[in-house]
């Protein structure tokens, strides 16, 4: 029985142990936090049997990817780069929009977001790159070039419906390219160009933007403001999520202190609502299915997740959840460490900083460190595309270890030989 078990559970035991503790969180923390879905629905179980199914399903996937040799991934990079400029630019034109941005669109009867198939098909190419050309004093010069080859293309056609996923994406190949010894020179350059591409993107954001309510009250000014939309150039439509944008940005650099009574719930529910909940929580939370704020916080259950996890479990819990995402970090670095090949070593150290530096994001909206990004918590949000993909990051993760264990198997064998 253990045999079997064993042979289900390949790799490393504490990455597993991580993936299944944050499922059991997302199932909890989902379902409390999808009242407005069972109210819509008018159905309370349904949306929490289609979450956990999304979950077994992710479960299966990650079994089968765990079972892939490291080998084929290499294999995969082309047809996956191809396969995302392709879904990235079709979803432009043929997006599915969701709260005011295309990033979706049906795929033989599914729905997928290509910005998440893209993230993992960069970690991939960009692994390859720093592992072929590495030399003893680090990676080749050229290898900075063909990454940002590969990395601004990307970039810039998930950042017309996704600012955050790019700039997400970006810093975690930045990261990479440290980890990989890129030349110390060009990381400089990058970080010079970086500050002056961000200056001129904001700048850009607040000039192209418009300032405009986020809910509309009355009638008139929902027909007000799509007549502004129509009267709008085709640089301005083409970038209309930058209406979004400079609001967020307005609203977190607006440092005004705002009475409580003359606070606008209406314009800043979910920051309201979320604060509300971090507050309320106290040390060890409202427990379990207690949630309030899960009532009139927009996006509970996905952006905002953990403003509710706070809010129900605790400091300690919250306090929990992060030390998951270190503890997988961590680990997949100890992982990478044993590997005799640069190529998984720098994939598995991509797709957990992927994951991790995407949870950050997440629980620094939630707290109000950072603007709203929309950035769903990496396997406990509720959601389709991202929890299966970042299912199969997991199983990867898990395909670097099992080789890793072996290179260490091998070197135990030699010792007691010695």
Known sequence: MNKKINNIFKGDKVIWMVFFFLCVISIVEVFSASSGLTYKSNNFIMPIIKHSGTLIFG??????????????????????LMLSFMLLVLVLFVGEKANGASRQMSLLGLSVQPSE????????????????????????????????????????????????????????????????????????????????????????????????????????????????????????????????????IIDFTNDKEVAPEDYDLDKDAQVAHANIAIVSSNYIGKGPGNSVERDFLAQAFSDFIYAIIIEELGLIGAGFVVLLYIILLFRTAQIANRCENNFPAFFAMGLALLLVVQATFNMAVAVGFVPVTGQPLPLISKGGTSTIINCAYIGAILSVSRSAKKKVKAENSENKIG
Request: proline share 3%.
């Open 59 to 80: 479960a299966l996937i990650v079994v089968a990817t765990l079972n892939i040799p490291c080998r084929y991934f290499k294999l995969m990079t082309p047809l996956l």
């Open 117 to 248: 198939i893209a993230k993992g098909a960069l970690i991939l190419a960009v692994a390859q790159i720093l592992s072929a050309m590495q030399q003893e004093n680090g990676a080749a010069r050229k290898a900075f070039k063909y990454i940002m080859c590969l990395t601004v293309p990307i970039a810039l056609l998930i950042m017309v419906e996704n600012l955050s996923t790019a700039a997400l994406l970006c810093f975690v190949v930045f990261l990479m390219m440290i980890i990989g010894r890129v030349p110390g020179k060009q990381i400089g350059k990058l970080l010079g160009w970086i500050a002056v591409g961000v200056t001129g993107i904001i700048s850009f954001i607040m000039i192209v933007g418009h300032d405009t309510p986020k809910e509309d009250d009355t009638l008139a000014k929902t027909e007000q403001t799509e007549h502004k939309k129509k009267e709008r150039g085709t640089i301005e439509k083409m970038f209309h999520r930058a209406d979004t944008w400079k609001r967020r």
